[in-house]
């Protein structure tokens, strides 16, 4: 482990100095979760086996070893669940079986044992918030009609207005339009709405409902009984409504940025703390996940784990998901969203550390994922411009080789940073996100739903590509792809880089490398003060 630096070290350059330390490096706990590197993987798009287009969990296998050679300790697999597919499988219909468009729950387990002999640890997705449409609870909520049981297990309201017209109240969904869809009740008449904070196929379950939580309590231990060493936990801020679902008039946007945030972010204020809005971060939330860590901790060592994706500010609340007895990490978006400005992520990596601290967890970071537009591309726009929730041809495009140089300087920053990282696939070789995608192709549903404003996530979705002069690039057997590849995929491919003195994969193999061999995940850290005015580059 590495010595900590002490705040009396000085520079060979007299202008420079050392400001104080973060974070002890004595960690008496030196679980693997706590500076873990883990590596999203986007079942869709990082290996087809049979040639359909679509990347499939015997594709996952047959490549884990790209993930043993790059250095990483864990991957996260976004979901695999049979699913109708309006939100790319975040619409879970069944939450114990795979989607035959990804496999069997055969080749799930053979992944796991796969990955296991390869030393690397499997997390896999799991999405509380709501079920998919076609869910055989909801298809029971439906046929069942209003007032019975079966619609308790989801948020069923009558409407507002003489006729019911109107939706009981005006939140709005993430993508876009109101969070409420009216049913058509079993006898054909216009019948009673149900909540959907994300897509209408999305229903938001009923968390104050006991079968709600006993079922999700045993689909922990479903896929803890098939050996995963984790959840990455969807939405977990949104679980839990405020009594009574009264009005709130802004929308949220992905990763929770709302139009106020962006405001006050401009003016120099801190955003307004998410716990107002009345359908994230409610405090009813913490039971729950303490709940199911004590489902977790009874399986013995080593850990297994849960991560919360949690939009919430300030920090110190969202600190609150990873107390000892809730979960082990949340993602750190403050990271993410921070602009390429020196004094600015050095002012969120003290303050992310010491938030993490003050309740003895991990810090986490991340600067991609399958939400947001790939940080290559992203840093290729000036610092300071907004994020945009996808990219299209008629857009300002981003200086592609300035965006790639900012994004390893990123990662080299990221990596050295005591805590957990995470990484999302392609960015080890310096994937840019694909930007001219025709609007007709697009899935995301917040394209349709924001009516074609916001261009949505499928420019960070693109497959994989691992060898420049196959078919499809080598993503599966065939040259199907189910998004488009954009022309200049192919110099990015895996076999041009690999062993390639300088590429971002040799880059990424080495700061891997080196992380470990420094033990730089368990660290301290103390930054050196006195460079030069920011020169944005
Ligand atoms: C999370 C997922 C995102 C999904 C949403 C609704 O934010 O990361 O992809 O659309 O939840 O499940």
Redesign the pocket.
Known sequence: MMGPVTATQTSSCPTLRVSSVLRAAEQRDSAWWRHAVIYQVYPRSWADSNGDGLGDLPGITARLGHLRSLGVDALWLSPFYPSPQA?AG?DVADYREVDPLFGRLADADELIARAHELGLRVIVDL?PN?SSDAHSWFRAALAAGPGSPERERYIFRNGRGAGHELPPNNWESVFGGPAWSRVTEPDGSPGQWYLHL?DSA?PDFNWDHQQVRSEFESVLQFWLDRGVDGFRV??AHGLVKKDGLPDHRARTH?LGDTEEAAAHALDGHSPEPTHHIPYWDQDGVHEIYRSWREVLDSYGGPERILCA?AWVEPQERAVLYTRPNEMHQAFNFDFLGTPWIAEDLVAVIERSLIAADSVGAPSTWVLSN??VVRHATRLGYAPGTRRPNGIGAEDPQPDRELGLRRARAATTLMLALPGSAYLYQGEELGLPESTDLPDELRQDPTFVRSGGEEKGRDGCRVPMPWFRDAPGHGFGPGPATWLPQPSFYGDYAVDQQDGVAGSTLELYRALLRRRRDLSLGSGSLAFVRGYGPDEGQ
């Open positions: 939100d975040y999405v709501h994300f999305q969807d939405v992905m994706e399958h939400d």
